[in-house]
């Protein structure tokens, strides 16, 4: 079977596809992956097929973030999404038999999918259904179960509003009728890639929506630590890592603010620069770029990151305290998480971070077990877990090809 994956966004938006897509081929299918340019090498060489989607992720975040409010980021994405829609369909017409897709290009690839005569089915990174156990990520505060519910049906009517041009296009590319808002059908197969250990299935949540443990990226094909990494992990007791992935903050003085908290708490560092373009200076400071974190994190006493999925999922796969530093989108939703399931102080949004507060999130880290002891203990459940068989099983089980998906705008049972 021809299976085409369907991502945008950051590189934690791609990587975790990588290692589905290559179990999926192990298991006799052809995997693509669409995703943008900037992600074609991360893609073919996991060994799957790139296809391209148009722009560029780091200019959209930096946009977006720098927008002066809520209304102005939505019109900057909003902006971003009749060129994406085209992308997706121009995918999906190169020869797909099966439509994986991720939450955020959803809607355009069940459309484009159910246009084209082609099955689908979501693989979501973070919950992506409403449900009365939990406000939805992205979602401010937390509140009653009907609060959540309501709030879960809420989000998919101003998704529906946002994708609403992009949506329209399409269907008349494809003299597809106006469907009745950009949310799935009950019926609609959806599959999350984080543990039950973290993030348990709601009771609530339709029989065709699954939680299945994590998908891990798969490993770089020779890679090997740079000398001097090894040469400074050696050179010390472990020391914590600082990162903030995708986020490209506009916020004066970060630098200054590691370099502090660092000396204040009085640990060794690996920073990672990121798109942030974090510079930081100090005698027991080590600046690097790309290094896996399956390899990185687990030789780290803590890790200071911004709560995206895939690096949360990291931290806890290596078993190691976190400091989570939330920006956006789903990323208090996880920091939050990470807090209550006990493996991390309380999180410090980027926009209110001080050295004071870093130093001693640090601290609270190191010098808690609990929070060790509650991370090893969660380690060892998530790495006894398979996720990617759940979706293979799920291929294998189609047999004859599904059903195409609806277009419906059906929210989740009362």
Same mark, same amino acid.
């Given at each position: 079977?021809?299976?085409?994956?369907?991502?945008?966004?950051? #590189?934690?938006?791609?990587?975790?596809?990588?290692?589905?897509?290559? #179990? +999926?081929?192990?298991?006799?299918?052809?995997?693509?992956?669409?995703?943008?340019?900037?992600?074609?090498?991360?893609?073919?060489?996991?060994?799957?097929? %790139?296809?391209?989607?148009?722009?560029?992720?780091?200019?959209? $975040?930096?946009?977006?973030?720098?927008?002066?409010?809520?209304?102005?980021?939505?019109?900057?994405?909003?902006?971003? +999404?009749?060129? +994406?829609?085209?992308?997706?369909?121009?995918?999906?017409?190169?020869?797909?038999?099966?439509?994986?897709? @991720?939450?955020?290009?959803?809607?355009?690839?069940?459309?484009?999918?159910?246009?084209?005569?082609?099955?689908?089915?979501?693989?979501?990174?973070?919950?992506?259904?409403?449900? #009365?156990?939990?406000?939805?990520?992205?979602?401010?505060? $937390?509140?009653?179960?009907?609060?959540?519910?309501?709030?879960?049906?809420? =989000?998919?009517?101003?998704?529906?509003? /946002?994708?609403?041009?992009?949506?329209?296009?399409?269907?008349?590319? =494809?003299?597809?009728?106006?469907?009745?808002?950009?949310?799935?059908?009950?019926?609609?197969?959806?599959?999350?890639?984080?543990?039950?250990?973290v993030v348990p299935r709601p009771a609530d949540w339709p029989a065709s929506v699954h939680v299945t443990g994590y998908w891990w990226p798969a490993a770089p094909p020779g890679w090997?630590?740079?000398?001097? =990494?090894?040469?400074?992990?050696?050179?010390?007791?472990?020391?914590?890592?600082?990162?903030?992935?995708?986020?490209?903050?506009?916020?004066?003085?970060?630098?200054?603010?590691?370099?502090?908290?660092?000396?204040?708490?009085?640990?060794?560092?690996?920073?990672?620069?990121?798109?942030?373009?974090?510079?930081?200076?100090?005698?027991?400071? /080590?600046?690097?770029?790309?290094?896996?974190?399956?390899?990185?994190?687990?030789? $780290?006493?803590?890790?200071? %990151?911004?709560?995206?999925?895939?690096?949360?999922?990291?931290?806890?796969?290596?078993?190691?305290?976190?400091?989570?530093?939330?920006?956006?989108?789903?990323?208090?939703?996880? @920091?939050?998480?990470?807090?209550?399931?006990?493996?991390?102080?309380?999180?410090?949004?980027?926009?209110?971070?001080?050295?004071?507060?870093?130093?001693?999130?640090?601290?609270?880290?190191?010098?808690?077990?609990?929070?060790?002891?509650?991370?090893?203990?969660?380690?060892?459940?998530?790495?006894?877990?398979?996720?990617?068989?759940?979706?293979?099983?799920?291929?294998?089980?189609?047999?004859?090809?599904?059903?195409? @998906?609806?277009?419906?705008?059906?929210?989740?049972?009362?």
């Amino acid at each position: 079977m021809r299976i085409l994956v369907v991502t945008a966004g950051s #590189r934690g938006d791609v990587a975790p596809y990588t290692g589905l897509g290559q #179990r +999926l081929q192990r298991a006799g299918h052809r995997v693509a992956v669409a995703a943008h340019d900037r992600f074609a090498g991360l893609v073919r060489e996991s060994g799957l097929e %790139h296809r391209p989607l148009p722009g560029d992720p780091v200019e959209l $975040t930096r946009a977006r973030t720098a927008a002066p409010g809520p209304q102005a980021a939505r019109s900057v994405f909003a902006a971003f +999404l009749d060129e +994406l829609g085209e992308g997706v369909l121009a995918a999906m017409a190169a020869g797909t038999d099966l439509v994986l897709t @991720a939450s955020g290009p959803a809607p355009l690839s069940r459309l484009a999918a159910r246009g084209l005569g082609i099955p689908s089915a979501g693989v979501y990174l973070a919950p992506g259904v409403p449900t #009365r156990a939990f406000p939805p990520p992205g979602w401010p505060g $937390t509140g009653s179960s009907a609060d959540n519910l309501a709030a879960g049906r809420e =989000l998919l009517t101003r998704s529906g509003s /946002l994708y609403a041009g992009a949506l329209r296009h399409l269907q008349v590319r =494809l003299g597809l009728p106006a469907a009745p808002g950009a949310g799935p059908p009950d019926d609609w197969p959806v599959f999350h890639g984080f543990s039950p250990a973290v993030v348990p299935r709601p009771a609530d949540w339709p029989a065709s929506v699954h939680v299945t443990g994590y998908w891990w990226p798969a490993a770089p094909p020779g890679w090997r630590p740079p000398e001097v =990494l090894t040469d400074f992990l050696a050179a010390g007791p472990p020391p914590v890592f600082i990162g903030f992935g995708s986020m490209t903050p506009e916020r004066e003085g970060l630098d200054e603010v590691v370099a502090a908290a660092v000396a204040r708490a009085g640990v060794r560092a690996v920073v990672q620069a990121g798109w942030a373009g974090l510079r930081v200076a100090g005698g027991d400071i /080590l600046m690097v770029g790309e290094v896996p974190h399956e390899w990185l994190f687990p030789r $780290t006493a803590a890790v200071v %990151h911004h709560a995206g999925a895939g690096t949360t999922a990291a931290g806890l796969r290596a078993g190691v305290p976190a400091v989570p530093v939330p920006v956006l989108v789903d990323q208090p939703f996880w @920091a939050d998480r990470l807090h209550r399931l006990g493996v991390a102080p309380e999180p410090l949004p980027l926009a209110e971070l001080t050295a004071d507060a870093l130093a001693g999130a640090l601290r609270s880290c190191l010098d808690r077990p609990e929070h060790r002891d509650r991370a090893t203990e969660l380690a060892r459940r998530i790495r006894a877990e398979d996720g990617a068989a759940a979706v293979v099983s799920f291929v294998e089980r189609l047999g004859a090809p599904l059903p195409p @998906a609806g277009a419906g705008g059906g929210d989740a049972p009362d």
